[in-house]
T-cell receptor, first 115, second 113 residues
Framework: EAQVTQNPRYLITVTGKKLTVTCSQN?????MSWYRQDPGLGLRQIYY???????DKGDVPEGYKVSRKEKRNFPLILESPSPNQTSLYFC??????????????FGPGTRLTVT | ELKVEQNPLFLSMQEGKNYTIYCNYS?????LYWYRQDPGKSLESLFV?????AVKQEGRLMASLDTKARLSTLHITAAVHDLSATYFC?????????????FGTGTRLQVFP
């Protein structure tokens, strides 16, 4: 089954404790992206990757890191989480390329609480 | 900066009634998406609208796109409780970051008996 998976689905942590949220897709998609969803603000893009070893900032990248060492995986790293990073996070992927836009498929979401 | 606005933000409607959700966006975009989200769940793709005048229908939902007016509508016909959810429209936001989505703030729909 074609899908985007995320782990963990729920996470409660404390300020400053490094964490990683994993994202994996099995559709051979080139484009992968992370969004956060906050009440009243909708979904905003954090980072994206257009291919292996190619990543760039989205609209709200502060406090986050990403890497894309393999095509299927795109982990989101919070080196020193803070309470304002409490949010619902979605990973998404799409088949993209030069001159082509792809429909994005979303993972199930990770609800993160930082105390 | 591309902005996407939806209205209304909240919609409470009786079963059997019709209503329309509006999505306006501020700059040109060559495609528009509609998603549905149930509480605590992921986003489910409903429609992808690719060109001016595009109309797509699925069950009681029909979406249309007017690229000249930069407007999309999601029309609900004879609402049922199962349609209760939050609906988002989104457009592609950047010529370089080709698949980046700019989302509207969502319309929370509640259908009651």
């Amino acid at each position: 089954e074609a899908q985007v998976t995320q782990n963990p689905r729920y996470l409660i942590t404390v300020t400053g404790k490094k964490l990683t949220v994993t994202c994996s897709q099995n559709m051979n998609h080139e484009y992968m992206s992370w969004y956060r969803q906050d009440p009243g603000l909708g979904l905003r893009q954090i980072y994206y990757s257009m291919n292996v070893e190619v990543t760039d900032k989205g609209d709200v990248p502060e406090g986050y890191k990403v890497s894309r060492k393999e095509k299927r995986n795109f982990p989101l790293i919070l080196e020193s989480p803070s309470p304002n990073q409490t949010s619902l996070y979605f990973c998404a992927s799409s088949l993209s390329g030069v001159g082509r836009r792809g429909e994005q498929y979303f993972g199930p979401g990770t609800r993160l609480t930082v105390t | 900066e591309l902005k996407v606005e939806q209205n209304p933000l909240f919609l409470s409607m009786q079963e059997g009634k019709n209503y329309t959700i509006y999505c306006n966006y501020s700059t040109t975009s060559d495609r528009l998406y509609w998603y549905r989200q149930d509480p605590g769940k992921s986003l489910e793709s409903l429609f992808v609208l690719l060109s001016n005048g595009a109309v797509k229908q699925e069950g009681r939902l029909m979406a249309s796109l007017d690229t000249k007016a930069r407007l999309s509508t999601l029309h609900i016909t004879a609402a049922v409780h199962d349609l209760s959810a939050t609906y988002f429209c989104a457009v592609n936001g950047d010529d370089y970051n080709t698949d980046k989505l700019i989302f509207g703030t969502g319309t929370r729909l509640q259908v009651f008996p």
